[in-house]
T-cell receptor, first 111, second 113 residues
Framework: DQQVKQNSPSLSVQEGRISILNCDYTNSMFDYFLWYKKYPAEGPTFLISISSIKDKNEDGRFTVFLNKSAKHLSLHIVPSQPGDSAVYFCAASYNDYKLSFGAGTTVTVRA | DTAVSQTPKYLVTQMGNDKSIKCEQNLGHDTMYWYKQDSKKFLKIMFSYNNKELIINETVPNRFSPKSPDKAHLNLHINSLELGDSAVYFC????????????FGQGTRLTVV
């Protein structure tokens, strides 16, 4: 039973434009949300996170938005760069010891 | 200097064999994990250890036995390997106490033939 869902398996965006990745969750107990980036043959790398007490967190080109009433979060990458081409995983937690992951969205940044 | 390192990176073995994957972290974290990424690319938690104590076991077959000799190490031993065990296994670590950001190793691709 997937409690974290990323319904878009892939996204293609032109270099310099905005990438928007979406994530939905079903468990209202989740209180912390994270995005990870993964290159082939490497482990996931932590990108950005947000606590449920906030609705926005920004770190350089990356911004995460949280809409608790809709159980929805999104990751905005602007401007998109070729090095951003990777698989992005949304994850959620309601305790310190377990992350529930979405299936991932493959982002391709076109030159 | 790798933060979370796991060995080997690739492991090909026959059904019925027993194998181990080792993991070490040099981040000083209290909590370590094993995650499994299956053929559908879902990342699912298997085990979580905090200060060498098992705190999460997500209905993993008892052929899988984690061992944590100290806070910096969490090894995964698998008995009687089956074809369905083929997957990528990721070790991870995090600080305890409201810090769920986990740092992952590079993964071990296990292929059972």
């Amino acid at each position: 039973d997937q409690q974290v869902k990323q319904n878009s398996p892939s996204l293609s965006v032109q270099e310099g434009r905005i990438s928007i990745l979406n994530c939905d969750y079903t468990n209202s107990m989740f209180d912390y949300f994270l995005w990870y980036k993964k290159y082939p043959a490497e482990g996931p790398t932590f990108l950005i996170s947000i606590s449920s007490i906030k609705d926005k967190n920004e770190d350089g080109r990356f911004t995460v938005f949280l809409n608790k009433s809709a159980k929805h979060l999104s990751l905005h990458i602007v401007p998109s760069q070729p090095g951003d081409s990777a698989v992005y995983f949304c994850a959620a937690s309601y305790n310190d010891y377990k992350l529930s992951f979405g299936a991932g969205t493959t982002v391709t940044v076109r030159a | 200097d790798t933060a979370v390192s796991q060995t080997p990176k690739y492991l090909v073995t026959q059904m019925g064999n027993d194998k181990s994957i080792k993991c070490e972290q040099n981040l000083g974290h209290d909590t370590m994990y094993w995650y499994k990424q299956d053929s559908k690319k879902f990342l699912k938690i298997m085990f979580s250890y905090n200060n060498k104590e098992l705190i999460i076991n997500e209905t993993v077959p008892n052929r899988f036995s984690p061992k944590s000799p100290d806070k910096a190490h969490l090894n995964l031993h698998i008995n009687s390997l089956e074809l369905g065990d083929s997957a990528v296994y990721f070790c991870a670590s995090s600080r305890a106490g409201g810090m769920p950001e986990a740092f992952f190793g590079q993964g071990t691709r296990l292929t059972v033939v």
